[in-house]
């Protein structure tokens, strides 16, 4: 009886320390995660008479309808809570987006509305209506500011594409600078459309420039779809963004992607028996050297190969995203790019 009253007690003060120490240990060690997601048209069922958004009406070619939006819907915040495992991620960009309202749906109509996500999202000139914007958890990162950065384009006097969304706010003590990106495609040959990644590139190398300028070793994360990939010239010469941590401290951006490059079936996106990275994480030295409040965790960045967001290619070997479309046909999957995901600490 003594032993079993002794073992009781033991028990007991073990399960109120132990939570103790793990909490103290997250405080010591606070992950922070920014999630960047390409979810393959995020459109919803209304026609949008400023926008080129025909196909996805119930009459468009690929039958769009409000149950295959609210699928969609259901899909995207299965990515964003199965990325973010016990906690979802505080950040999420996103690219192909339609409007607002497929956001407000996304946060209320999912089981997302239970973290309380804040928006950041400004329409785009792009011709087909798709935007790039931002997600945020309050009680973690508090946004101080943001505005949409146009795309300047040799030759032409008004952008047609996606615009830089920045975003300025607080992790923790530390203001953090984050630049959501979708550069554009190939879409009509990737030599014949080179010219204007390559202006996309500069109009954000100078945006990051006159952050240097204006700000003391900023931190900053630039994140997108960049259709490109890090060894391309948009990202590594006109950008800026070094494939390698150089010592020196000329070196501003950094490519986290570069450890996925050259590996069998890897990648972020695929196109017939080609996976690419074109999906990045790129972030200014200080993140890099940085040994105390916010810094680069030891994970770094990740491509999340989720289960269910694979599928087996049958045609080219390996493995595939599972899309939402396939061609015109409709399979109802997730998106025909693989999330990443940027590990930080606090």
Not at 6 to 26: C, E, K, N, R
Not at 47 to 75: H, Y
Not at 305 to 322: A, M, S
Request: hydrophobic content about 35%.
């Amino acid at each position: 009886m003594r032993f079993l009253f002794l073992l009781i007690v033991h028990l007991l003060v073990w399960s109120v320390l132990l939570p103790a120490q793990a909490q103290d240990s997250i405080r010591k060690k606070d992950e922070f995660r920014i999630m960047f997601y390409n979810v393959e048209n995020l459109f919803d069922p209304f026609d949008d008479t400023l926008k080129n958004d025909q196909e996805f009406l119930p009459g468009g070619i690929r039958g769009w309808t409000w149950k295959k939006f609210e699928k969609k819907l259901q899909n995207t915040s299965k990515v964003i809570i199965g990325t973010g495992g016990w906690r979802p991620p505080e950040i999420v960009g996103f690219c192909e987006v339609e409007n607002r309202f497929s956001l407000i749906q996304l946060l209320k109509r999912t089981p997302l509305e239970r973290y309380g996500y804040q928006i950041v999202h400004e329409e785009s000139p792009d011709q087909r209506g798709i935007d790039v914007a931002l997600i945020y958890r309050p009680d973690r990162f508090k946004k101080l500011y943001h505005r949409a950065i146009p795309m300047i384009y040799e030759g032409e006097q008004q952008s047609s594409t996606r615009d830089i969304l920045y975003v300025k706010g607080l992790a923790g003590k530390d203001t953090l600078h984050i630049f959501i990106n979708h550069w554009p495609s190939k879409y009509g040959g990737a030599t014949a459309t080179i010219s204007r990644r390559r202006d996309a590139a500069l109009t954000l190398k100078h945006a990051v420039d006159s952050l240097y300028s204006a700000t003391e070793n900023p931190l900053i994360v630039i994140t997108g779809d960049f259709n490109d990939t890090p060894e391309d010239e948009s990202v590594i010469i006109h950008l800026g963004a070094s494939l390698k941590e150089a010592s020196d401290d000329e070196t501003k951006l950094y490519n986290l992607m570069t450890p996925y490059l050259g590996k069998w079936d890897t990648g972020t996106h695929k196109f017939r028996e080609e996976w690419s990275i074109i999906d990045q994480f790129i972030v200014s030295r200080p993140l890099l050297d940085k040994t105390y409040g916010l810094r680069l965790g030891e994970k770094r960045a990740e491509i999340v190969r989720l289960p269910f967001l694979i599928e087996e290619d049958r045609t080219h070997n390996g493995t595939k995203p599972f899309r939402t479309f396939n061609g015109m046909k409709y399979i109802g999957g997730f998106s025909d790019h693989l999330p990443i995901l940027l590990h930080l600490e606090l």
